[in-house]
């Protein structure tokens, strides 16, 4: 495994590297032994490493995606890939030190990415994009039935968006997160069981999916017979 690192707490650099050699890269037979596999969230700034390392010797080298050359660099000049626009906070916070900067990472920037020296070919990085689709209108919480009675059995159904990694999902009730018991439980779907639906069960509803790109939330409300409740909402988090 190789560690993360960040160059700055405010970009996201570098980020989590899950395995090595998980994804073989279908390069030549010539190509670099090592493959990391490097997970940067959609919409966020990451930078990767020249290996081999610069020296006395070694002062120019070359940054391949895919096997097609994307740029060139010395051991005092960073690239940023496709010419994208970097922030001057960016900038002034990343060394120049030999990295290729992907700035405003979008899923067409997943591949292999590699350095090469005149005499040596470094470490294949693998990118993937982390990423959380929307909620739509219609797949917010559901009630079965619509209007749970005292003593009833109900469901509250969520389609939870897809995403990578798999998010996490989770439930809240009123803002605070569902406890769970003998009585509520979360089926392999999802969904929310409630067995002798309570006076305590009534509220808002919030269903939440989560993962290193953001988290994703929608609502909706279960009243009280005579006590109106709020809208359903959707909100959305990004983490960039």
């Not at 070694?58 to 940023?80: F, L």
């Not at 994009?129 to 559901?142: R, S, T």
């Not at 009123?174 to 003998?182: I, L, P, Q, R, T």
């Not at 359903?232 to 990004?238: A, N, T």
Request: charged share 25%; with cysteine; proline share 7%.
């Amino acid at each position: 495994m190789r560690l993360s690192a960040a160059v700055v707490p405010s970009l996201l650099l570098l980020s989590s590297l899950r395995s090595a050699n998980s994804r073989p890269a279908p390069l030549s037979d010539d190509r670099p032994r090592h493959t990391w596999e490097m997970i940067a969230p959609l919409g966020s700034t990451t930078t990767i490493m020249c290996e081999p390392a610069f020296n006395e010797e070694v002062k120019q080298a070359t940054w391949y995606r895919d096997g097609r050359v994307v740029g060139h660099i010395d051991a005092a000049q960073n690239i940023v890939l496709h010419n994208r626009t970097l922030t001057g906070v960016e900038a002034d916070t990343i060394p120049d030190v030999g990295f290729l900067i992907i700035t405003n990472v979008s899923r067409e920037d997943e591949g292999k990415y590699w350095c090469e020296t005149s005499g040596e070919k470094g470490e294949i990085t693998d990118l993937i994009v982390a990423y959380i689709e929307e909620f739509m209108p219609h797949d917010g919480p559901l009630f079965v039935p619509k209007q749970p009675k005292l003593g009833q059995d109900a469901i509250v159904k969520c389609v939870f968006p897809s995403g990578y990694p798999s998010p996490s999902v989770s439930w809240l009730q009123n803002g605070d997160a569902v406890k769970f018991s003998d009585r509520i439980k979360v089926a392999k779907d999802g969904s929310l069981m409630i067995r002798r639906f309570s006076e305590s069960d009534y509220g808002i509803y919030e269903c939440v999916a989560s993962n290193i790109a953001g988290r994703r939330s929608a609502s909706t409300a279960v009243e009280f017979p005579g006590y109106p409740a709020s809208a359903v909402s959707i909100r959305e988090e990004f983490n960039c």
